[in-house]
T-cell receptor, first 121, second 109 residues
Framework: EAGVTQSPTHLIKTRGQQATLRCSPISGHTSVYWYQQALGLGLQFLLWYDEGEERNRGNFPPRFSGRQFPNYSSELNVNALELEDSALYLC????????????????????FGEGSRLTVL | GENVEQHPSTLSVQEGDSAVIKCTYSDSASNYFPWYKQELGKRPQLIIDIRSNVGEKKDQRIAVTLNKTAKHFSLHITETQPEDSAVYFCAATPPKIIFGSGTRLSIRP
């Protein structure tokens, strides 16, 4: 079974440009999460998509956006790139599990991709 | 949970000794607490998890304890080995999966 795949592996951009990163989840997984990992630091939550809808976003400016397609793959767009956007962007997918009356229960293992390393010059 | 604090940020232990990493969370709705290990240059991978209806879970040399009243949970690694050297992240969910800031664990030979 194929794991989570991300592209491109590396991306070099200059300030002010736009970057698009892509993620394909594990087959059967409907949830996709995006995290930013700056060098040597933690996993900062960016966005969460499930069933094509944005379910939640982290404390990032609106120039970080994305979408999830009908096949559950996802795209992360970063507009007006700044130097501090240089980081490893990790995508992860999981199976949300049971649907509760209040909505899906988001428990279960996250499967990460290898990441896309974005360098902004 | 909305906020997850993790301590310490770095930890160095002698091979064979135990290591303990602690996390606290703020959202009382959180009911699932996984731990991930990220080796240098690799992706994070789940090593153990615990749900809110359980106080402790063990898997060989790794154990996790949960205190829901105090909103904290801990990772315990016994008989540490060189391959345990990595960055460890705790997390709490739902509604979204928020990670702690990570602990860089080094095992001294």
């Amino acid at each position: 079974e194929a794991g989570v795949t991300q592209s491109p592996t590396h991306l070099i951009k200059t300030r002010g440009q736009q970057a698009t990163l892509r993620c394909s989840p594990i087959s059967g997984h409907t949830s996709v999460y995006w995290y930013q990992q700056a060098l040597g630091l933690g996993l900062q939550f960016l966005l969460w998509y499930d069933e094509g809808e944005e379910r939640n976003r982290g404390n990032f400016p609106p120039r970080f956006s994305g979408r999830q397609f009908p096949n559950y793959s996802s795209e992360l767009n970063v507009n007006a790139l700044e130097l501090e956007d240089s980081a490893l962007y990790l995508c992860a997918s999981n199976d949300p599990g049971r649907v509760l009356a209040s909505g899906r229960a988001h428990t279960g293992e996250l499967f990460f991709g290898e990441g896309s390393r974005l360098t902004v010059l | 949970g909305e906020n997850v604090e993790q301590h310490p940020s770095t930890l160095s232990v002698q091979e064979g000794d135990s290591a303990v990493i602690k996390c606290t969370y703020s959202d009382s709705a959180s009911n699932y607490f996984p731990w991930y290990k990220q080796e240098l240059g690799k992706r994070p991978q789940l090593i153990i998890d615990i749900r809110s209806n359980v106080g402790e879970k063990k898997d060989q040399r790794i154990a996790v304890t949960l205190n829901k009243t105090a909103k904290h949970f801990s990772l315990h690694i016994t008989e540490t080995q060189p391959e345990d050297s990595a960055v460890y992240f705790c997390a709490a969910t739902p509604p979204k999966i928020i990670f702690g800031s990570g602990t860089r664990l080094s095992i001294r030979p």
